[in-house]
């Protein structure tokens, strides 16, 4: 059974400060997604990662990936309070048709 | 585009009784998969259709049940609620055609049970 694990499950942050989180998964998969979830919202997608050594990056965020080390980490750089939130990963197996197994998401404090 | 769309935004149920949620997918999207959110179990998948057809289904008892219809679209249902039903109820909607596709959730069913 694919299992995710995401570290850490709390973080809490300077402002101006960099920080990464990190996403283990257990066996091979064919895609890994990175989501933004407010208080009481629904998920938004940051961002989708295929291939081994991926990388993307919108604006303070970067992600990556390494499927040698079924490894995915979210690199924040410079944090600012609007980054406050919850960062969940999530990997899909293509013979696992339309499921995609979550980690237990990070929350993110960015403090002034 | 519009985006992934579900109903009703609020449900608040008692013990016993049985709700049906809707989700209407993107246009053009035949996936719409189905996922339960909770603070102590985290976001757990329920079951995902494919051109009417339920391809794949997560451990849920037999109380939760889904079907899909021609346009795509999509309900679930959840029979002798339970105290522990009390959920977000996420769909997200991809095109999926012969793999999985970026997927894109909709706002959720913020449901409560009594």
């Known amino acids: 059974e694919l299992k995710v694990e995401q570290n850490p499950l709390f973080l809490s942050m300077q402002e101006g400060k960099n920080y990464t989180i990190y996403c283990n998964y257990s066996?091979?998969?064919?895609?890994l997604y990175w989501y933004r979830q407010d208080p009481g919202k629904s998920l938004e997608s940051l961002f989708v990662?295929?291939?081994?050594?991926a990388v993307k990056q919108e604006g303070r965020l970067m992600a990556s990936l390494d499927t040698k080390a079924r490894l995915s980490t979210l690199h924040i750089t410079a944090a600012v309070h609007d980054l406050s939130a919850t960062y969940f990963c999530a990997v899909d197996i293509v013979t696992n048709a339309g499921k995609s197994t979550f980690g237990d998401g990070t929350t993110l404090t960015v403090k002034p | 585009k519009a985006g992934v769309t579900q109903t009703p935004r609020y449900l608040i149920k008692t013990r016993g009784q049985q709700v049906t949620l809707s989700c209407s997918p993107i246009?053009?999207?035949?996936?719409v998969s189905w996922y339960q959110q909770t603070p102590g179990q985290g976001l757990q998948f329920l079951f995902e259709?494919?051109?009417?057809?339920?391809?794949n289904k997560g451990n849920f008892p037999g109380r939760f049940s889904g079907r899909q219809f021609s346009n795509s679209r999509s309900e679930m249902n959840v029979s002798t609620l339970e105290l522990g039903d009390s959920a977000l109820y996420l769909c997200?909607?991809?095109?999926?055609?012969?793999?999985?596709?970026?997927?894109?959730f909709g706002p959720g069913t913020r449901l409560t049970v009594l």
């Open positions: 259709y494919f051109s009417e057809t339920q391809r």
């Open positions: 246009s053009g999207h035949r996936s």
């Open positions: 997200a909607s991809s095109l999926a055609e012969g793999f999985r596709d970026e997927q894109f």
């Open positions: 990662l295929l291939s081994n050594g």
């Open positions: 066996t091979t998969s064919d895609r």
